[in-house]
């Protein structure tokens, strides 16, 4: 049974953030607008297409590389799409069976099941702060304090890695979802394993690495990764407020990663549609200077994580203590 932990800790601040933002501007920084989804699906679908075709008809590793690296990033942001749609953010009004094909079809490039993801990723909102009931961080987070195990996660190891998390979480769940998440599974690896065939048959060799295995298993891991250390590694577990990381604002990460990179903003207003929240930090700024809430760059995180070895889910503005770290390997 999930405790709620989220709910029972952040009813200050959910008074703190709602005295921040005038209420008009909060209603419309939660206005849903479809077409803008679309434009965006529009546009993943532009960039996997000529990078596919770029790869498929050009030998030149100066084109083959950006476009593996491209294909790589489009199937991640596929999870971002996905988690849209799992919080109704596409759609003004309950429309759930188009909600319920979208998250099937966003939920193929990466091979993962919708319903997995929708009920870990609701659970991960409802337990955020928990290191039992949150599923990311009980089954996810490496649990040794070591470098080379922080690496594998950018690697394609980061396959078994999550799987694992998820079965062990999967086990908890009711018979009915276990069996939708079984056959939504099946079909998504099904599905992988006829496009890598069909490139492989009707390609050859070279193009099933560079159009397939590269995008899938090497650049997927690492966006995954990088996207993820930007999420809940540096906090204060004593602050609901910092139970997620800022980032700096940026229209780079903003177009790579589809405005994840505001995940801090995301928590504290789920339903708000990706779209608006570079809008939304724009408008939480006073908030985070009140609160002491400073911006960090993925660059920062990293040196943080690998070089200095902090472990995930602590205060990374501290000083390392004794306590935060494993034996390293």
């Known amino acids: 049974?999930?405790?709620?932990?989220?709910?029972?800790?952040?009813?200050?601040?959910?008074?703190?953030?709602?005295?921040?933002?005038?209420?008009?501007?909060?209603?419309?920084?939660?206005?849903?607008e479809p077409l803008r989804h679309f434009a965006v699906l529009l546009r993943q679908i532009a960039l996997f297409?000529?990078?596919?075709?770029?790869?498929?008809?050009?030998?030149?590793?100066?084109?083959?590389?950006?476009?593996a690296a491209v294909l790589g990033f489009v199937v991640f942001d596929g999870t971002v799409l996905l988690h849209e749609v799992v919080h109704r953010s596409v759609f003004r009004g309950s429309r759930p069976r188009a909600d319920r094909l979208l998250g099937l079809l966003y939920a193929l490039p990466s091979g993962?099941?919708?319903a997995q993801f929708t009920r870990w990723h609701l659970d991960h909102h409802l337990e955020l702060g928990s290191s039992l009931d949150d599923p990311k961080r009980a089954h996810l987070s490496p649990k040794r304090n070591s470098r080379w195990l922080k690496l594998l996660y950018a690697t394609p190891v980061l396959f078994p890695i999550y799987f694992r998390a998820a079965r062990r979480e999967t086990a908890t769940y009711p018979a009915p979802?276990?069996?939708?998440?079984?056959?939504?599974?099946?079909?998504?690896?099904?599905?992988?394993?006829?496009a890598a065939a069909a490139i492989g048959l009707l390609g050859g060799p070279g193009?099933?690495?560079?159009?397939?295995?590269?995008?899938?298993?090497?650049?997927?891991?690492?966006?995954?990764?990088?996207?993820?250390?930007?999420q809940h590694y540096d906090i204060d577990?004593?602050?609901p407020a910092r139970w997620s990381t800022r980032m700096v604002r940026s229209r780079?990460?903003?177009?790579?990663?589809?405005?994840?990179?505001?995940h801090l903003e995301h928590h504290y207003f789920p339903a708000v549609p990706f779209y608006r929240l570079r809008a939304l930090n724009g408008a939480l700024e006073?908030?985070?200077?009140?609160?002491?809430?400073?911006?960090?760059?993925?660059?920062?995180?990293?040196?943080?994580?690998?070089?200095?070895?902090?472990?995930?889910?602590?205060?990374?503005?501290?000083p390392p203590e004794a306590q935060d770290r494993a034996p390293s390997s």
Do not use: C
Not at 254 to 262: A, C, H, K, P
Not at 291 to 314: C, D, F, K, Q
């Open 177 to 194: 979802l276990r069996r939708t998440i079984a056959v939504e599974r099946s079909a998504a690896i099904a599905l992988h394993l006829a």
């Open 237 to 239: 577990p004593q602050n």
């Open 1 to 32: 049974m999930k405790q709620g932990t989220t709910h029972r800790s952040t009813g200050n601040l959910r008074h703190r953030l709602a005295a921040a933002i005038p209420h008009e501007t909060l209603r419309a920084l939660h206005r849903k």
């Open 49 to 67: 297409s000529v990078s596919f075709w770029a790869g498929w008809t050009q030998e030149s590793l100066w084109v083959r590389i950006p476009a």
């Open 207 to 230: 193009r099933l690495a560079w159009l397939y295995l590269v995008p899938v298993f090497l650049v997927f891991p690492p966006a995954f990764a990088l996207n993820r250390l930007g």
């Open 112 to 114: 993962i099941s919708a």
């Open 252 to 262: 780079v990460w903003e177009s790579v990663y589809l405005w994840s990179n505001y």
């Open 286 to 318: 006073p908030f985070f200077e009140a609160e002491g809430i400073r911006p960090h760059t993925y660059r920062e995180l990293l040196a943080s994580w690998i070089v200095h070895n902090r472990a995930p889910h602590t205060d990374w503005s501290n």
